[in-house]
Protein backbone atom coordinates (compact mmCIF):
# COMPACT_ATOMS: atom_id res chain seq x y z
CA UNK A 1 0.00 0.00 0.00
CA UNK A 2 2.74 2.02 0.35
CA UNK A 3 4.10 1.99 -2.81
CA UNK A 4 0.31 2.85 -4.28
CA UNK A 5 0.76 6.20 -2.32
CA UNK A 6 4.66 6.75 -3.71
CA UNK A 7 3.68 5.83 -7.41
CA UNK A 8 0.83 8.31 -6.98
CA UNK A 9 3.41 10.98 -6.11
CA UNK A 10 5.91 9.92 -7.94
CA UNK A 11 3.11 10.13 -11.21
CA UNK A 12 2.25 13.63 -10.16
CA UNK A 13 5.69 15.19 -10.43
CA UNK A 14 6.44 13.73 -13.25
CA UNK A 15 3.25 14.12 -15.21
CA UNK A 16 3.69 17.05 -18.38
CA UNK A 17 1.54 19.64 -16.13
CA UNK A 18 3.77 18.95 -12.97
CA UNK A 19 4.82 22.96 -13.39
CA UNK A 20 1.27 23.92 -13.32
CA UNK A 21 0.70 22.06 -9.70
CA UNK A 22 3.61 23.82 -8.75
CA UNK A 23 2.71 26.91 -9.18
CA UNK A 24 -0.87 26.15 -8.52
CA UNK A 25 0.56 25.14 -5.26
CA UNK A 26 2.57 28.38 -4.87
CA UNK A 27 -0.22 30.63 -5.31
CA UNK A 28 -2.50 29.28 -2.74
CA UNK A 29 0.43 29.28 -0.41
CA UNK A 30 1.24 32.78 -0.74
CA UNK A 31 -2.07 33.97 0.48
CA UNK A 32 -0.70 32.84 3.80
CA UNK A 33 2.73 33.23 3.35
CA UNK A 34 2.46 36.34 2.51
CA UNK A 35 1.27 37.71 5.57
CA UNK A 36 3.97 36.16 7.99
CA UNK A 37 6.60 38.44 5.66
CA UNK A 38 3.53 41.16 6.40
CA UNK A 39 2.81 41.13 9.63
CA UNK A 40 6.67 40.81 11.26
CA UNK A 41 7.01 44.06 9.57
CA UNK A 42 3.41 45.47 10.64
CA UNK A 43 4.66 44.30 14.22
CA UNK A 44 7.30 46.32 14.40
CA UNK A 45 6.28 49.79 12.96
CA UNK A 46 3.01 50.23 14.09
CA UNK A 47 3.40 48.67 17.86
CA UNK A 48 2.00 45.82 19.68
CA UNK A 49 -1.71 48.36 20.36
CA UNK A 50 -1.99 49.37 16.58
CA UNK A 51 -0.85 45.98 15.57
CA UNK A 52 -3.55 44.68 17.32
CA UNK A 53 -6.23 46.94 15.41
CA UNK A 54 -4.96 45.72 12.24
CA UNK A 55 -5.16 42.23 13.02
CA UNK A 56 -8.22 43.06 14.49
CA UNK A 57 -9.57 44.52 11.27
CA UNK A 58 -8.09 41.88 8.87
CA UNK A 59 -9.86 38.93 10.93
CA UNK A 60 -13.42 41.32 10.70
CA UNK A 61 -12.76 41.80 6.79
CA UNK A 62 -12.10 37.29 6.43
CA UNK A 63 -15.03 36.77 7.94
CA UNK A 64 -17.22 38.80 5.66
CA UNK A 65 -15.06 37.74 2.60
CA UNK A 66 -17.02 34.18 3.14
CA UNK A 67 -20.24 35.92 2.59
CA UNK A 68 -19.25 37.48 -0.73
CA UNK A 69 -17.47 34.23 -1.36
CA UNK A 70 -20.27 32.06 -0.92
CA UNK A 71 -19.41 29.05 -1.58
CA UNK A 72 -19.17 29.63 -5.59
CA UNK A 73 -15.29 28.93 -5.32
CA UNK A 74 -16.44 25.28 -5.28
CA UNK A 75 -20.08 25.33 -7.30
CA UNK A 76 -19.12 27.88 -9.92
CA UNK A 77 -15.52 25.84 -10.45
CA UNK A 78 -17.79 22.59 -11.28
CA UNK A 79 -20.44 24.65 -13.19
CA UNK A 80 -17.79 25.94 -15.09
CA UNK A 81 -16.23 22.79 -15.49
CA UNK A 82 -19.13 21.19 -16.94
CA UNK A 83 -20.36 24.02 -19.47
CA UNK A 84 -20.91 23.15 -23.40
CA UNK A 85 -20.06 25.82 -24.66
CA UNK A 86 -18.75 29.63 -24.54
CA UNK A 87 -22.31 30.85 -23.91
CA UNK A 88 -23.46 28.99 -20.92
CA UNK A 89 -20.08 29.93 -19.33
CA UNK A 90 -20.67 33.40 -19.66
CA UNK A 91 -23.85 32.94 -18.35
CA UNK A 92 -22.67 31.46 -15.35
CA UNK A 93 -19.94 34.13 -14.82
CA UNK A 94 -22.43 36.72 -14.99
CA UNK A 95 -24.86 34.94 -12.46
CA UNK A 96 -21.51 34.30 -9.79
CA UNK A 97 -20.31 37.95 -10.19
CA UNK A 98 -23.86 39.65 -9.72
CA UNK A 99 -25.11 37.29 -7.44
CA UNK A 100 -22.04 38.42 -5.04
CA UNK A 101 -22.72 41.92 -6.20
CA UNK A 102 -26.49 41.43 -4.56
CA UNK A 103 -24.59 39.83 -1.62
CA UNK A 104 -22.30 43.58 -0.42
CA UNK A 105 -25.39 45.46 1.36
CA UNK A 106 -25.68 42.55 3.59
CA UNK A 107 -21.64 42.21 4.04
CA UNK A 108 -21.83 46.05 4.93
CA UNK A 109 -24.70 45.59 7.84
CA UNK A 110 -22.62 42.43 9.01
CA UNK A 111 -19.84 44.23 9.32
CA UNK A 112 -20.97 47.37 11.13
CA UNK A 113 -23.53 44.93 13.60
CA UNK A 114 -20.11 42.24 14.15
CA UNK A 115 -17.93 45.28 14.46
CA UNK A 116 -20.22 47.32 17.32
CA UNK A 117 -19.31 43.92 19.46
CA UNK A 118 -15.44 45.10 19.62
CA UNK A 119 -15.11 48.20 21.92
CA UNK A 120 -11.93 48.45 19.94
CA UNK A 121 -13.25 48.51 16.86
CA UNK A 122 -16.85 49.99 16.73
CA UNK A 123 -15.21 53.19 17.74
CA UNK A 124 -13.31 53.61 14.50
CA UNK A 125 -15.58 53.62 11.80
CA UNK A 126 -12.97 54.49 8.94
CA UNK A 127 -11.13 51.38 10.23
CA UNK A 128 -14.51 49.66 9.86
CA UNK A 129 -15.14 50.84 6.73
CA UNK A 130 -12.02 49.77 5.23
CA UNK A 131 -12.41 46.23 6.98
CA UNK A 132 -15.90 46.03 5.02
CA UNK A 133 -14.28 46.99 1.77
CA UNK A 134 -11.40 44.78 2.35
CA UNK A 135 -13.83 41.84 2.77
CA UNK A 136 -15.62 42.27 -0.30
CA UNK A 137 -12.68 42.49 -2.02
CA UNK A 138 -11.38 39.33 -0.92
CA UNK A 139 -14.06 37.75 -1.76
CA UNK A 140 -14.70 38.92 -5.03
CA UNK A 141 -11.78 36.97 -7.11
CA UNK A 142 -12.51 35.05 -9.85
CA UNK A 143 -9.61 32.15 -9.49
CA UNK A 144 -12.78 29.85 -9.77
CA UNK A 145 -13.29 30.73 -13.06
CA UNK A 146 -9.58 29.77 -14.17
CA UNK A 147 -9.75 26.20 -12.16
CA UNK A 148 -13.23 25.64 -13.50
CA UNK A 149 -11.32 26.14 -17.11
CA UNK A 150 -8.49 24.40 -16.22
CA UNK A 151 -6.07 27.38 -16.23
CA UNK A 152 -5.50 27.55 -13.14
CA UNK A 153 -2.18 29.34 -13.50
CA UNK A 154 -3.54 32.56 -14.81
CA UNK A 155 -5.75 33.08 -12.26
CA UNK A 156 -2.70 32.36 -9.16
CA UNK A 157 -1.03 35.29 -11.29
CA UNK A 158 -3.23 37.17 -11.14
CA UNK A 159 -3.51 36.50 -6.79
CA UNK A 160 -0.29 36.78 -6.60
CA UNK A 161 0.23 39.80 -8.41
CA UNK A 162 -2.11 42.08 -6.40
CA UNK A 163 -0.97 40.64 -2.99
CA UNK A 164 2.77 41.95 -3.77
CA UNK A 165 1.53 44.98 -4.79
CA UNK A 166 -0.11 45.64 -1.43
CA UNK A 167 3.16 43.93 0.08
CA UNK A 168 5.73 46.82 -1.93
CA UNK A 169 3.14 49.59 -1.31
CA UNK A 170 2.92 48.77 2.61
CA UNK A 171 6.76 47.98 2.86
CA UNK A 172 6.97 51.51 1.17
CA UNK A 173 5.09 53.66 2.57
CA UNK A 174 4.18 52.55 5.99
CA UNK A 175 6.48 54.53 8.39
CA UNK A 176 6.94 53.43 12.16
CA UNK A 177 4.31 54.48 14.65
CA UNK A 178 2.25 55.47 11.76
CA UNK A 179 0.38 54.09 9.21
CA UNK A 180 -2.75 51.98 10.66
CA UNK A 181 -5.08 52.80 8.57
CA UNK A 182 -3.13 53.06 5.31
CA UNK A 183 -1.48 49.41 5.72
CA UNK A 184 -5.29 48.33 5.37
CA UNK A 185 -6.43 50.93 2.16
CA UNK A 186 -3.24 49.21 0.53
CA UNK A 187 -4.17 45.87 1.56
CA UNK A 188 -8.02 47.15 -0.26
CA UNK A 189 -5.75 48.16 -3.23
CA UNK A 190 -3.77 44.67 -3.89
CA UNK A 191 -7.37 42.46 -3.28
CA UNK A 192 -9.36 45.17 -5.76
CA UNK A 193 -6.81 44.76 -8.17
CA UNK A 194 -7.44 41.16 -7.91
CA UNK A 195 -10.90 41.11 -8.44
CA UNK A 196 -11.05 43.90 -11.24
CA UNK A 197 -8.42 42.06 -13.21
CA UNK A 198 -9.51 38.87 -12.66
CA UNK A 199 -12.77 39.99 -13.39
CA UNK A 200 -11.60 41.50 -16.97
CA UNK A 201 -9.92 38.53 -18.35
CA UNK A 202 -13.01 36.71 -16.87
CA UNK A 203 -15.53 38.59 -19.41
CA UNK A 204 -12.96 38.89 -21.97
CA UNK A 205 -13.01 35.23 -22.29
CA UNK A 206 -16.59 34.34 -22.27
CA UNK A 207 -18.34 37.78 -23.08
CA UNK A 208 -21.25 39.15 -20.75
CA UNK A 209 -25.05 37.79 -20.80
CA UNK A 210 -27.05 39.79 -18.29
CA UNK A 211 -28.57 37.69 -15.76
CA UNK A 212 -32.10 37.46 -14.39
CA UNK A 213 -33.26 37.76 -10.95
CA UNK A 214 -34.54 34.63 -11.46
CA UNK A 215 -31.26 32.63 -12.65
CA UNK A 216 -29.75 34.50 -9.25
CA UNK A 217 -31.70 33.62 -6.80
CA UNK A 218 -31.42 29.96 -7.89
CA UNK A 219 -27.68 30.59 -7.60
CA UNK A 220 -27.69 31.41 -4.25
CA UNK A 221 -30.09 29.08 -2.99
CA UNK A 222 -28.48 26.14 -5.14
CA UNK A 223 -24.60 27.13 -3.44
CA UNK A 224 -26.03 28.24 0.59
CA UNK A 225 -25.60 24.26 1.67
CA UNK A 226 -21.61 24.86 0.59
CA UNK A 227 -21.30 28.77 2.07
CA UNK A 228 -23.51 26.99 5.37
CA UNK A 229 -19.81 24.60 5.45
CA UNK A 230 -17.73 27.17 4.86
CA UNK A 231 -19.31 29.65 7.45
CA UNK A 232 -18.71 26.89 9.98
CA UNK A 233 -15.35 26.36 9.41
CA UNK A 234 -14.68 30.25 9.16
CA UNK A 235 -16.06 30.15 13.23
CA UNK A 236 -13.45 27.97 14.16
CA UNK A 237 -10.13 28.95 12.11
CA UNK A 238 -9.99 32.86 10.66
CA UNK A 239 -12.84 33.97 13.08
CA UNK A 240 -10.20 33.72 16.17
CA UNK A 241 -8.22 36.65 15.58
CA UNK A 242 -11.69 39.01 15.31
CA UNK A 243 -13.14 37.20 18.44
CA UNK A 244 -10.07 37.91 20.60
CA UNK A 245 -10.91 41.47 19.68
CA UNK A 246 -14.40 41.20 21.17
CA UNK A 247 -13.46 39.12 24.12
CA UNK A 248 -9.79 40.77 25.39
CA UNK A 249 -7.57 43.31 24.35
CA UNK A 250 -5.36 44.60 21.17
CA UNK A 251 -2.34 43.52 22.38
CA UNK A 252 -3.56 39.98 23.10
CA UNK A 253 -5.26 40.27 20.01
CA UNK A 254 -2.02 41.35 18.27
CA UNK A 255 -0.02 38.19 20.28
CA UNK A 256 -2.51 35.89 18.88
CA UNK A 257 -3.19 37.28 15.62
CA UNK A 258 1.27 37.07 15.09
CA UNK A 259 1.06 33.34 16.59
CA UNK A 260 -1.66 32.07 14.48
CA UNK A 261 0.14 33.38 11.08
CA UNK A 262 2.72 31.55 12.07
CA UNK A 263 0.47 28.36 12.02
CA UNK A 264 -1.09 29.47 9.46
CA UNK A 265 1.72 29.64 7.05
CA UNK A 266 2.80 25.80 7.71
CA UNK A 267 -1.28 24.72 7.38
CA UNK A 268 -1.19 26.68 3.87
CA UNK A 269 0.57 23.79 2.01
CA UNK A 270 -2.48 21.55 3.03
CA UNK A 271 -5.30 23.23 1.45
CA UNK A 272 -4.17 22.42 -2.54
CA UNK A 273 -3.51 18.90 -1.47
CA UNK A 274 -6.72 17.76 -2.35
CA UNK A 275 -6.44 18.86 -5.91
CA UNK A 276 -2.95 16.64 -5.92
CA UNK A 277 -4.47 13.65 -4.40
CA UNK A 278 -8.32 13.69 -4.51
CA UNK A 279 -9.21 12.36 -8.15
CA UNK A 280 -6.07 9.39 -7.39
CA UNK A 281 -8.40 8.62 -4.12
CA UNK A 282 -11.70 8.72 -6.07
CA UNK A 283 -9.99 6.51 -8.20
CA UNK A 284 -9.00 3.64 -5.95
CA UNK A 285 -12.18 4.17 -3.89
CA UNK A 286 -14.62 3.81 -6.90
CA UNK A 287 -12.36 0.21 -7.76
CA UNK A 288 -11.92 -0.81 -4.29
CA UNK A 289 -13.39 0.69 -1.50
CA UNK A 290 -11.24 -0.86 0.96
CA UNK A 291 -8.01 -0.79 -0.92
CA UNK A 292 -8.52 3.29 -1.32
CA UNK A 293 -9.37 3.69 2.53
CA UNK A 294 -6.10 1.93 3.48
CA UNK A 295 -4.49 4.55 1.24
CA UNK A 296 -6.50 7.07 3.14
CA UNK A 297 -5.11 5.66 6.24
CA UNK A 298 -1.35 5.73 4.77
CA UNK A 299 -1.85 9.61 4.08
CA UNK A 300 -3.45 10.65 7.00
CA UNK A 301 -0.53 9.01 9.05
CA UNK A 302 2.18 10.45 6.42
CA UNK A 303 0.83 14.08 7.11
CA UNK A 304 -0.19 13.80 10.44
CA UNK A 305 3.54 12.24 11.34
CA UNK A 306 5.03 15.14 9.28
CA UNK A 307 3.05 18.01 11.06
CA UNK A 308 4.34 16.27 14.36
CA UNK A 309 7.49 17.41 13.38
CA UNK A 310 7.12 20.81 12.88
CA UNK A 311 5.43 20.66 16.37
CA UNK A 312 8.26 19.52 17.73
CA UNK A 313 10.30 21.89 16.69
CA UNK A 314 7.77 25.06 17.23
CA UNK A 315 7.83 23.44 21.06
CA UNK A 316 11.71 23.73 21.44
CA UNK A 317 12.05 27.58 19.56
CA UNK A 318 9.00 29.07 19.69
CA UNK A 319 9.77 31.66 22.30
CA UNK A 320 12.76 32.56 19.80
CA UNK A 321 11.03 32.16 17.01
CA UNK A 322 8.19 34.46 17.72
CA UNK A 323 10.81 37.25 19.19
CA UNK A 324 12.95 37.01 15.92
CA UNK A 325 9.96 37.74 14.08
CA UNK A 326 7.88 40.01 15.51
CA UNK A 327 10.00 42.03 18.04
CA UNK A 328 10.76 41.53 21.82
CA UNK A 329 6.76 42.44 22.78
CA UNK A 330 5.93 39.32 21.23
CA UNK A 331 7.84 37.05 22.88
CA UNK A 332 4.94 36.20 25.37
CA UNK A 333 3.56 35.07 21.95
CA UNK A 334 5.37 31.46 22.29
CA UNK A 335 3.25 30.42 24.44
CA UNK A 336 0.64 31.11 22.67
CA UNK A 337 2.17 29.52 19.53
CA UNK A 338 3.15 26.12 22.18
CA UNK A 339 -0.43 25.09 22.50
CA UNK A 340 -1.49 26.24 18.85
CA UNK A 341 1.27 23.76 17.80
CA UNK A 342 -0.23 21.09 19.12
CA UNK A 343 -3.30 21.42 16.74
CA UNK A 344 -0.99 20.77 13.84
CA UNK A 345 -0.93 17.26 13.68
CA UNK A 346 -4.86 16.94 14.35
CA UNK A 347 -5.62 20.16 11.28
CA UNK A 348 -3.10 18.02 9.10
CA UNK A 349 -4.77 14.50 9.46
CA UNK A 350 -8.77 16.44 9.66
CA UNK A 351 -7.66 18.07 6.28
CA UNK A 352 -7.18 14.75 4.56
CA UNK A 353 -10.05 12.89 6.21
CA UNK A 354 -12.30 15.44 5.39
CA UNK A 355 -11.43 17.47 1.89
CA UNK A 356 -10.24 13.86 0.55
CA UNK A 357 -11.17 10.65 2.12
CA UNK A 358 -15.02 11.63 3.45
CA UNK A 359 -15.50 13.90 0.07
CA UNK A 360 -14.02 10.66 -2.32
CA UNK A 361 -16.72 8.78 -0.19
CA UNK A 362 -19.49 11.22 -0.93
CA UNK A 363 -20.34 11.62 2.99
CA UNK A 364 -20.73 15.59 2.01
CA UNK A 365 -23.99 15.82 4.55
CA UNK A 366 -21.86 14.07 7.62
CA UNK A 367 -18.97 16.41 6.61
CA UNK A 368 -21.64 19.57 6.91
CA UNK A 369 -22.51 17.97 9.98
CA UNK A 370 -20.03 17.86 11.45
CA UNK A 371 -18.33 21.00 10.83
CA UNK A 372 -21.26 22.72 12.07
CA UNK A 373 -21.52 20.98 15.30
CA UNK A 374 -17.37 22.33 15.24
CA UNK A 375 -18.64 25.71 14.99
CA UNK A 376 -21.07 24.81 18.08
CA UNK A 377 -18.05 23.51 20.12
CA UNK A 378 -15.85 26.40 19.58
CA UNK A 379 -18.08 29.50 20.26
CA UNK A 380 -18.56 27.79 23.39
CA UNK A 381 -15.50 27.18 24.55
CA UNK A 382 -14.56 30.41 23.11
CA UNK A 383 -16.75 32.38 25.67
CA UNK A 384 -15.91 30.15 28.39
CA UNK A 385 -12.14 30.28 28.01
CA UNK A 386 -10.90 33.22 26.35
CA UNK A 387 -12.13 36.37 28.83
CA UNK A 388 -10.24 34.57 31.41
CA UNK A 389 -6.97 33.05 29.66
CA UNK A 390 -6.82 35.34 26.57
CA UNK A 391 -4.56 34.15 23.54
CA UNK A 392 -3.88 30.23 25.72
CA UNK A 393 -7.43 30.10 25.94
CA UNK A 394 -8.29 30.58 22.38
CA UNK A 395 -5.65 28.48 21.09
CA UNK A 396 -6.89 26.05 23.85
CA UNK A 397 -10.62 26.22 21.99
CA UNK A 398 -9.19 25.20 18.58
CA UNK A 399 -7.47 22.49 20.11
CA UNK A 400 -11.07 21.06 21.54
CA UNK A 401 -12.81 21.82 18.08
CA UNK A 402 -9.74 20.11 16.38
CA UNK A 403 -10.20 16.72 18.40
CA UNK A 404 -13.86 16.81 18.13
CA UNK A 405 -13.62 17.21 14.36
CA UNK A 406 -10.76 13.93 14.46
CA UNK A 407 -13.32 12.16 16.38
CA UNK A 408 -15.99 12.69 14.35
CA UNK A 409 -14.21 11.88 10.74
CA UNK A 410 -12.54 9.28 12.15
CA UNK A 411 -15.30 7.33 13.29
CA UNK A 412 -17.11 7.68 9.56
CA UNK A 413 -14.10 6.33 8.45
CA UNK A 414 -14.00 3.62 10.41
CA UNK A 415 -17.79 2.93 9.82
CA UNK A 416 -17.28 2.69 5.99
CA UNK A 417 -14.48 0.50 6.04
CA UNK A 418 -15.85 -1.76 8.25
CA UNK A 419 -19.23 -1.32 5.81
CA UNK A 420 -19.68 -4.50 3.13
CA UNK A 421 -19.12 -3.91 -0.32
Not at 114 to 134: E, T
Not at 307 to 334: C, D, N, P, R, W
Amino acid sequence: MTNILATTISKILLSRRSAEVVLVYLGFSLKFLSPLVLYPVLARRLGIFDFGLFVSAYGLATVLSVIIEYGFSMSGTRAIALARDVQEKAQIASDVVFSRLLLVPLVAIVGLLISSASSHLRDNFVLVALAVGLGIMQGGSSLWYFQGVGKPVRGVAVEAFGQLTALGLIMMFVVDGHGLLLALFFQLIGFAIVCGLGGCMMFAQVGFRAPTMRSLVTSLRDTFPLFFSRASVVIFSTASVFLMSVLAKPQDAAVYGASDRVIGAFTAFLSPLASIMLSKLVGETSRDRLRGLNLSIIMISTVAFVYSMITVFLLFFSHTLMSFLFGAQFKEGGDVLNVLALTLPIIAANTVMGAQVLVSLRMDKYIAITLSGAAVVSLVSTFLIVPNYAGIGMASSRIITEIFIFLCYSFLILRARKAPG
